[in-house]
């Protein structure tokens, strides 16, 4: 493997292997010194055009566990803000040396253009609407450790709530979790979904206190305040009360049920419990697990050798 | 000893019976070079050493008393990091710390010792053991680092494109 852009790209068989390669990397985390010299004299790059604090810090992090070096851009404060396009940044970081990009852009597709102006790996943290595969990946992970679910996913139902239409995370989570056997169901107001589900591996509903004694996930997705001037749904106390997870929701929840948000919670909109109260509620694990996943991607992009024959010790 | 016969397309070098008597006097070797198990632990190379750890440990429990077996994943340590691919699902498992004791480090095959030295900067970073030995079931030669085994089922020459296989029904080479 050679870039990380999307769910849409791997199979079945590559999930499960990062999978499996998240197991060493979790025990790794767990040691009085979690830090392994699998990445030494490799360089890290990341590159966040749009805010972040823990998909950032997450890859910053997984990044130097494995002893790569990691090399900071600060959007804010680089010669972007001088008109430089992106195209001339990323041949200027790449003639430094580098050997992943880890990108952000709002736009969908950034990351897989840059491939186009780099010998480097790339992998993408979040494209406009498209795609956040590390995402996917560590609610993935965090699933198959909570439910016990190391084969796949075959049966489980999983209900994705709320914004689906401006949402990668839900566009990448679909595809995993579907790769994986699992049922999905979506919940939104009309006026969240994309225009045209054709194609989509899902279920949709309007309903969510039908399906919320259903599933065996219950995953919120962060009501995007920012898109409330489109006027996309009433008012935040009315989504709410449609489709956020209240008291009197969470107690229909089966006994099992996970709960998960990829962050950052709104808390009262999407999120009108207490998280720390549910006792289904594996959101801090997902960050966690988050770590442990990204170490897994980039050592299978930088340091793994797969797909090369295996020699005696 | 050993049975020297055809098995499948390989040459049997050691019987299951040979391997079980060679775990077993590894076992006693281990207690007389300590005196006794205090403070000793055996920690198997995935994957190849867990179950050979995992035998030695049931015959140290037999002659003198249970000591902790843990098994180390050395991929991530290795020098040839990307020239091989790892295998998932072989995890670290060192549930006990290595702080002041002594580690036997258990392995099936020792070649050319850049295992054995991935698994020394692993152990690093699990603690401090006031000593580390080496116990392998066969000792095929052809090293590439000063590393030397402190217990040796067999020592087997070897030519470098011959494979050398171990596990309970016995040793073959190919």
């Known amino acids: 493997m050679k870039h990380l852009l999307d769910i849409d790209s791997l199979k079945a068989d590559d999930i499960h292997h990062l999978m499996a390669l998240t197991d060493h990397m979790v025990e790794v985390n767990q040691r009085p010194i979690p830090k392994v010299p699998a990445l030494r004299g490799k360089t890290v790059v990341s590159i966040f055009f749009e805010d972040s604090t823990r998909t950032r810090t997450s890859f910053d992090t997984a990044a130097r566990r494995l002893s790569a070096d990691v090399m900071n851009f600060a959007v804010s404060s680089s010669s972007v803000n001088k008109g430089e396009s992106l195209r001339d940044t990323i041949e200027t970081v790449s003639a430094m040396g580098v050997d992943a990009f880890v990108i952000r852009h709002g736009s969908s597709g950034a990351a897989q253009q840059i491939t186009q102006w780099t010998n480097a790996s790339v992998v993408n943290a979040g494209d406009g609407w498209h795609q956040h595969p590390t995402q996917a990946l560590l609610d993935c992970y965090t699933i198959r450790t909570h439910l016990n679910r190391r084969e796949g996913f075959d049966g489980l139902r999983i209900a994705i709530v709320g914004d689906i239409k401006h949402s990668r995370v839900a566009r990448s989570d679909i595809q995993a979790f579907t790769r994986l056997g699992a049922l999905v169901t979506v919940v939104a107001p009309p006026t969240l979904l994309p225009p045209s589900m054709d194609g989509w591996p899902v279920e949709v509903s309007h309903d969510l206190d039908a399906i919320v004694p259903e599933v065996d996930v219950l995953y919120l997705l962060r009501m995007q305040r920012e898109r409330m001037t489109d006027a996309l749904v009433p008012s935040l106390r009315e989504y709410t009360s449609l489709y956020g997870l209240t008291p009197a929701r969470a107690r229909t929840l089966s006994p099992h049920a996970l709960v998960m948000h990829p962050g950052p919670m709104n808390r009262g909109v999407e999120m009108a419990v207490d998280p720390s109260e549910l006792p289904g509620s594996v959101i801090i694990h997902q960050v966690t697990n988050g770590v442990a996943v990204r170490m897994a991607v980039l050592f299978e992009l930088l340091g793994s050798g797969s797909g090369l024959k295996a020699e005696e010790t | ?174």
């Open chain 2, 1 to 174: 000893m050993p049975v020297e016969s055809q098995r499948s397309d390989g040459r049997l070098v050691m019987s299951a019976d040979d391997v079980r008597r060679a775990i077993t006097r590894i076992a006693h070797e281990i207690v007389e070079r300590n005196h006794g198990v205090d403070d000793v632990v055996l920690v198997g190379l995935q994957r190849g050493g867990v179950w050979i750890a995992e035998q030695l440990s049931d015959a140290l429990a037999a002659i003198e008393k249970p000591v902790p077996c843990g098994a180390v994943d050395v991929s991530l340590y290795r020098d040839d990091v990307g020239l091989r691919p790892i295998v998932p699902g072989r995890v670290t498992d060192m549930p006990f710390a290595l702080d002041g004791s002594t580690v036997v480090l258990v392995d099936d095959v020792l070649f050319t010792g850049r295992t054995v030295r991935a698994a020394l900067d692993a152990l690093n970073d699990h603690g401090r053991p006031r000593a580390v030995q080496l116990a392998v079931m066969v000792d095929r030669g052809h090293r590439e680092l000063p590393i030397r085994p402190d217990f040796v089922g067999k020592n087997l020459p070897t030519s470098r494109d011959e494979n050398v296989a171990v596990d309970a029904d016995g040793v073959v080479i190919t």
